[in-house]
Structure formats: C-alpha cells, structure tokens
C-alpha cells in the first residue's frame, strides 16, 4: 500500500505560479500521475512521470505551462504549474500506479488532493 500526501495548493492570481508536492511512502516500483477535478466536472488528467522520470506527457491543458517531476531519494513528486488561469481551478489529486497512464483507472493508489484556486 502506497501512501499519498499533496500539498502545495492555495489561492492565486491568474498568470501566477504554484509547485504542488505529492509525498508517497514508497516510490521506486511506481510511476506517478496528477489529476485534477473542478466543480461540477469529472476528473481529468494532468500530467504523469515513468517511475525514473524518463518520460512525462501532458495533456493538452497544460502543455508548455506544467512541468512534472519527481525525486525518488525524497519519495516525492511535484507539479510545478505557471501561467495559470482561472480554468486551472480545481482540487488537485495525485496518483501512484505499475505505469505512467493517462487514464485514471490504472492507478491504484490516490492521495486527498489539494485545493488550487486561480482568481482573473
């Protein structure tokens, strides 16, 4: 059982910055991915990183904007997210799982999530 704590998230203007942090008990077996939900919506994905950070992808949302990363010495994944925008509101949830996936039904492991909150 693997064991997810986000953290990171809070209130910013539009265009501002914000680094979310995900600690895992154990990383080195997982790869990691970030999913976001905003009132109203269903979960989306966000970005995920193989578990040696070799390969990331991104969705289109984020592109040129988030940056995922982790480092397995501090069981820790990050996702450092710039140029927000108001549309990036949403509780922000990390997940553990055998691959990197877009899809987040193969992760078996998900954190509480952190609240991000962009204002215009």
């Known amino acids: 059982q693997v064991q997810l704590v986000e953290s990171g998230g809070g209130l910013v203007q539009a265009g501002g910055s914000l680094r979310l942090s995900c600690a895992a008990s154990r990383s080195n077996n997982y790869a990691f991915g970030w999913f976001r939900q905003a009132p109203g919506k269903e979960r989306e994905f966000v970005a995920t990183?193989?578990?040696?950070?070799?390969?990331?992808y991104y969705a289109d949302s984020g592109k040129g904007r988030f940056t995922i990363s982790r480092d397995n010495a501090k069981n820790t994944v990050y996702l450092q997210l710039n140029s927000l925008k108001p549309e990036d509101t949403a509780v922000y949830f990390c997940?553990?799982?055998?691959?990197?996936?877009?899809?987040?039904?193969?992760?078996?492991?998900w954190g509480q999530g952190t609240q991000v909150t962009v204002s215009s």
């Open positions: 997940a553990a799982g055998p691959q990197g996936s877009s899809s987040s039904t193969l992760y078996d492991y």
């Open positions: 990183i193989t578990r040696y950070g070799y390969s990331t």
